[in-house]
């Protein structure tokens, strides 16, 4: 089974604070996601990559950052922390074509104080 | 307009009752469709792909209308385990190149005992 494992399952911040959520796959999967999950507003991706060193925004980039060094490492960067970035955030790999869907890390819940 | 649709629900059944849910998506270009469970503050987990002949796993059925640009999930002999969020889910390839799973918001079902 594909495992995808996010570094914390809770984080606390202060606003203005840099933040960096890790997400590491250990199928060889080239495609991964961060997706964020609000009541009502389901799940919104924000950012997305194919390849290493690869980047492409999501629906809602802003206030995000990535980096993809190695292919099974995906990092979500929120350069400073803001109250309406608390959130439960989620990662995401798949094969190429997608068609099989995707795999979810256990995603970590933060929150900016 | 959200590109894919659902009642939110709560749907509340007794055991043993049948239940269906619905979903729109408004991009015909969509290629692939799926549906996934999420319980209470975990990850989504892909229950079933839908097919355009329509498909069935045990007490589940989904069926896709592409030319209404419909997907439906069937669930008989509800179980008390069933309770849930389900997330209808579609794949999409752009114009642009981009490819990514887009979530609806989620029906929650309730199985009461």
């Known amino acids: 089974d594909v495992k995808v494992t996010q570094s914390s399952r809770y984080l606390v911040k202060r606003t203005g604070e840099k933040v960096f959520l890790e997400c590491v796959q250990d199928?060889?999967?080239?495609?991964m996601f961060w997706y964020r999950q609000d009541p009502g507003l389901g799940l919104r991706l924000i950012y997305f990559s194919y390849d290493v060193k690869m980047k492409e925004k999501g629906d809602i980039p802003e206030g995000y950052s990535v980096s993809r060094e190695k292919k099974e490492r995906f990092s979500l960067i929120l350069e400073s922390a803001s109250t309406n970035q608390t959130s439960m955030y989620l990662c995401?790999?798949?094969?190429?074509?997608?068609?099989?869907?995707?795999?979810f890390g256990s995603g970590t819940r933060l929150t900016v104080v | 307009r959200k590109e894919v649709e659902q009642d939110p629900g709560p749907f509340n059944v007794p055991e043993g009752a049948t239940v269906a849910f619905n979903c729109t998506y408004s991009n015909s270009a969509s290629q692939s469709f799926f549906w996934y469970r999420q319980d209470c503050r975990k990850e989504p987990k892909l229950l079933m792909s839908v097919y355009s002949s329509g498909n069935e796993d045990g007490r589940f059925t989904a069926q896709l209308n592409r030319a209404s640009q419909y997907i439906s999930l069937l669930i008989r002999d509800s179980k008390l385990s069933d309770s849930a969020t389900y997330l209808c889910?579609?794949?999409?390839?752009?114009?642009?190149?981009?490819?990514?799973?887009?979530f609806g918001s989620g029906t929650r079902l309730q199985v009461q005992p």
């Open positions: 995401a790999s798949s094969a190429p074509q997608g068609a099989y869907g995707y795999t």
């Open positions: 889910v579609v794949w999409t390839v752009m114009d642009t190149g981009r490819r990514a799973l887009t």
């Open positions: 199928m060889d999967h080239e495609n």
